[in-house]
């Protein structure tokens, strides 16, 4: 589990680096509708805003240099994806989050990826910035939209099956909980 983050942001950088192709079969109705954030702080992240909300946020720091905010904003969408996936039935959306930093991150300079790579890293390692995310997202209540984004990525929506997209019998504390040890703020 301590690896997952930093294997993603690889693999991210990767795809980046070598201008890898990826078709994006996003679907109209799973775009957001709110106004852009704009680069926020992080602490200024709401349990209504989405992944898609958020990255996009991000994307706005690191056009305006602003890399610190925009790895603080990822480590939060991340997080909110994290838990969206555990009350997502349909498993083949769960990857929407990688499709997502491919639109938002592909086309950004390769020096200001190398920047923001690096400002995450950074993030990762710990520190008062992490602390500080950290403390905010553990007494933030679990996101509360309705993850329609990665509803509408996943396999479900084209094949129509009938199963309710999301669990049942779901927990949002215990997600929340599971949510913060995958973004390692807390073990």
């Known amino acids: 589990m301590r690896k997952t983050l930093p294997l993603i942001l690889s693999l991210l950088l990767f795809v980046f680096t070598h201008g890898v192709q990826a078709n994006n079969y996003v679907t109209k109705d799973s775009q957001t509708t709110a106004p852009p954030l704009g680069c926020i702080s992080a602490t200024s992240v709401k349990s209504t805003h989405t992944p898609t909300d958020i990255t996009a946020a991000a994307k706005t720091?690191?056009?305006?240099?602003?890399?610190?905010?925009?790895?603080?904003?990822?480590?939060?969408?991340?997080?909110?994806?994290y838990f969206d996936t555990q009350r997502v039935s349909d498993k083949t959306g769960h990857n929407v989050l990688r499709v997502i930093f491919n639109r938002e991150f592909g086309s950004l300079p390769d020096q200001d990826r190398t920047k923001l790579f690096s400002s995450i890293n950074s993030l990762d390692k710990g520190?008062?910035?992490?602390?500080?995310?950290?403390?905010?997202?553990?007494?933030?209540?679990?996101?509360?939209?309705?993850p329609i984004y990665m509803i509408s990525h996943g396999l479900r929506k084209f094949t129509g099956a009938t199963e309710d997209?999301?669990?049942?019998?779901?927990?949002?504390?215990?997600?929340?909980?599971?949510?913060?040890?995958?973004?390692?703020?807390?073990s």
């Open 127 to 146: 520190g008062a910035r992490k602390l500080e995310v950290c403390t905010y997202l553990t007494d933030s209540e679990p996101p509360s939209y309705i």
């Open 61 to 81: 720091c690191a056009e305006e240099a602003k890399f610190d905010n925009a790895a603080e904003l990822l480590m939060i969408a991340s997080a909110f994806a």
């Open 165 to 186: 997209p999301l669990i049942k019998e779901f927990d949002a504390t215990e997600s929340w909980s599971k949510s913060m040890v995958f973004i390692k703020c807390r």
